[in-house]
Nanobody, 122 residues
Framework: QLQASGGGLVQAGGSLRLSCAAS????????GGWFRQAPGKEREFVAA????????YYADSVKGRFTISADNAKNTVYLQMNSLKAEDTAVYYC?????????????????WGQGTVVTVSS
């Protein structure tokens, strides 16, 4: 089970850190991902971190602003979001999967959190 938290309302240019805490699975054995769904749009890939934590992947729209990381001791994956823009407003979902490749695809993830809402005011 995954529990996402950390969303909220922030002004453009601000920062938020999302957390995804796992129970019943060990994140060190899974790849972690973040996806988001804006109102009226399909869910899209945001960032992913490999099983080993050695490789990270980002959508072009967030590269250089967002950072995904994992703390195996806390069994938690984080998404640090800086320089937020109005277009980052969405429900953010965390996910975990056993795959090692194609981590930009939702199909690679077996477990999903409930979503946390991020609203960026311009």
């Amino acid at each position: 089970q995954l529990q996402a938290s950390g969303g909220g309302l922030v002004q453009a240019g601000g920062s938020l850190r999302l957390s995804c805490a796992a129970s019943g699975l060990t994140f060190s054995s899974y790849a972690g991902g973040w996806f988001r769904q804006a109102p009226g749009k399909e869910r899209e890939f945001v960032a992913a971190i490999s099983v080993s934590g050695g490789t990270t992947y980002y959508a072009d729209s967030v590269k250089g602003r967002f950072t995904i990381s994992a703390d195996n001791a806390k069994n938690t994956v984080y998404l640090q979001m800086n320089s937020l823009k109005a277009e980052d407003t969405a429900v953010y979902y965390c996910a975990a999967g056993p795959g090692r490749y194609y981590l930009r695809s939702e199909l690679k993830y077996d477990y999903w959190g409930q979503g946390t809402v991020v609203t960026v005011s311009s």
